[in-house]
């Protein structure tokens, strides 16, 4: 079954039809239609298409009143201002076009796939090898999730690529403090430690291995040798280097599964999976004279790009020791994206503090013809920092980087206390308290971050991210469990549409609110944008709340037929909360 028009849509079109009727010559004309708090919805491409006829745009908008063939879809239109048209759409089309999205048997509430879906690969959570992961991790792993939920919900087939640090000097230098110090490496209880206590135990001896590699020249030199082993494929260095990825791998998947997130082994390629490509992407941009070689470096330059004495900063393919940076490896990792996975968009979910980077990746692939901007681009989904209550970066009480799975930990008991505080009748087993803990504290933490705009920094306030009220996650979910409540109660009464009821203020703003999921949905897919729904979710459950106080569903009992109706109104707002949050990587409980 096809998705239903949305009103804007069903709008849409019987005002393109009218403009193309008023004035032939200029069709098709867009007639920038938006929803309007004057109005149901506004259009403003009036104006535009006056100037270009060179016409009165009131005299037009008027011609084009009397054009618009209102199909019991528009109840009145009033022409405004310099020529803006106000719209009005009859109740009967609000409830009838709700009744078709909520009968949809794909359960899509309206939202068509797109009509030209692509494949984009979208590089996102990347963990280190042997290191924790951190508060740092949060927001890639969050934001870009949800991303991933929006695109492949309108269609688009996307790749999922988990650009994990697993190569490189540092773990030449563990290698080599392992073998010099191999009693610090306790194997019998490595063999009984949980992947968390694995990992840090790993990540201890990775901070003890740093700090000699530091001070330490002559051990500094045989970590460096190390890593020319690892790079020439010697067995034993080899082996040891798998070991610590595949610890770190269960501890990774460890982390995703408390953050409620899928991670797929496939979909990890880290630095190494590209370390084949190196010496031939090297060669690539020498011979297109994209990079030349500066002071024994492969480098590229950029005109725009000078440091504070006014030399300019090259990007480093291969440094003056052979050995090779981020950014061949990076260079290498787009070759692969857009020739063997053949995307038509790459997608970096990064914090905006590597900006400078992805910009000269991005311009060398573009000089290398790997990307064109039209049919491949790149484009860097760049997010802030996490703040703590005095905004500064989110540290602990020693100063100390904040540890992921202390911070998960600590939500979920939040939440934890909460909803076994609203269990005030002691209805939920210990384990159904437990399973909703998770739920609501998880949701809070990522909704605190979608919630959002990527690009700006936001506190951690646990307090705020577990309340009840105010723009959280639990303020939604409550909101979600709140209507399953009321259709438990309602008896006999089933949620039915009635299209011949006049609506209420409150029902048609929550009616309207709910209509506009399918555009939230592609405008937040189309920009990338997870905060433009979360926006959306939490004027759905305000709106809710406003319909409930003023419109009785149950109690007082008002007539049958409204009754349905207003049960009707709460089933589809349910459905669309429920399905709003899962794109957002969210659970609603049915019960809280």
């Known amino acids: 079954m096809a998705p239903v028009k949305s009103l804007t849509a069903s709008v849409h079109q019987r005002l393109a039809d009218a403009l193309s009727a008023t004035l032939p010559e200029a069709a098709p004309v867009d007639p920038l239609l938006r929803r309007s708090d004057r109005a149901d919805f506004q259009a403003n491409g009036i104006l535009a298409l006056a100037k270009k006829a060179k016409a009165n745009p009131r005299e037009l908008a008027t011609q084009v009143v009397g054009n618009v063939d209102s199909g019991g879809v528009i109840k009145e239109i009033e022409v405004s201002g310099p020529g803006f048209l106000n719209i009005t759409l009859t109740d009967t089309a609000i409830i009838e076009n709700l009744a078709a999205r909520s009968a949809d048997s794909d359960g899509r509430l309206g939202v068509p796939f797109s009509d030209s879906p692509g494949t984009t690969v979208i590089d996102y959570a990347q963990p280190n090898v042997a290191k924790e992961m951190h508060v740092g991790h949060l927001r890639s792993a969050v934001i870009g999730d949800a991303v991933v939920q929006l695109l492949e919900f309108t269609g688009e087939n996307v790749v999922r690529r988990h650009h994990i640090g697993d190569w490189g000097t540092q773990f030449g230098m563990l290698i080599q403090y392992l073998d010099e110090h191999p009693h610090e490496l306790d194997h019998k209880a490595e063999a009984q430690a949980s992947g ?21 020249e002559e051990f500094k030199t045989r970590a460096r040798l190390r890593v020319v082993d690892l790079q020439a494929g010697d067995p034993a260095t080899l082996a040891a280097w ?52 500066s002071e024994g470096a492969l480098c590229v330059f950029f005109d725009d790009v000078k440091g504070p004495d006014g030399n300019p900063v090259p990007l480093i393919i291969r440094k003056s020791d052979g050995g ?7 260079l290498s990792a787009i070759r692969d994206r857009v020739f063997n996975l053949k995307a038509d968009n790459l997608i970096y979910v990064v914090d905006a503090r590597q900006s400078l980077h992805f910009k000269m990746v991005f311009e060398t692939a573009r000089r290398a013809g790997w990307l064109n901007g039209e049919d491949v681009k790149a484009y860097q989904l760049a997010f802030g920092t996490v703040l703590g209550k005095d905004g500064k970066p989110f540290k602990t009480r020693e100063g100390e980087t904040v540890r992921l799975v202390d911070l998960l930990d600590e939500a979920v008991d939040r939440a934890t206390t909460v909803v076994r505080e609203k269990d005030v009748l002691g209805q939920l087993s210990d384990a159904e308290v437990a399973e909703r803990g998770a739920q609501v504290g998880i949701g809070a933490v990522k909704y ?6 990527a690009n700006r920094d936001y ?27 009321i259709l438990r109660k309602a008896g006999e009464v089933r949620p039915q549409a009635h299209p011949e009821l006049e609506l209420a203020d409150a029902e048609r703003a929550l009616a309207l609110h709910v209509d506009a999921f399918a555009e939230t949905v592609a405008e937040a897919a189309g920009e990338y944008a997870p905060h433009k729904m979360a926006a959306y979710l939490y004027q759905l459950a305000s709106l809710f709340t406003t319909f409930y106080d003023k419109c009785p569903v149950i109690k007082p009992a008002p007539p049958q037929n409204i009754a349905e109706n207003r049960l009707f109104l709460s089933d589809v707002t349910a459905k669309t909360l429920h399905q709003g949050m899962a794109l957002l990587g969210i659970r609603t409980p049915e019960r809280l």
């Open 242 to 293: 798998q070991k610590f990825v595949d610890e770190s791998k269960i501890y990774f998947f460890s982390v995703f599964e408390k953050l409620d997130m899928e991670i797929r082994d496939a979909d990890i390629v880290g630095e190494s999976g590209y370390n084949d490509m190196l010496d031939e992407t090297c060669r690539i941009l020498e011979e297109k004279k994209v990079a030349v070689h």
């Open 448 to 453: 605190a971050d979608l919630s959002t705009s």
């Open 459 to 485: 506190k951690f306030d646990l307090d705020q991210m577990v309340s009840l009220n105010g723009d959280t996650s639990v303020y939604l979910q409550y909101a979600y469990a709140r209507i399953q409540s």
């Open 196 to 216: 968390e206590e694995a990992m840090s135990n790993l990540d201890r001896l990775y901070k003890a291995a740093r700090k000699l590699f530091d001070s330490d």
């Open 324 to 330: 090779y940076g981020y950014a061949a490896t990076d």
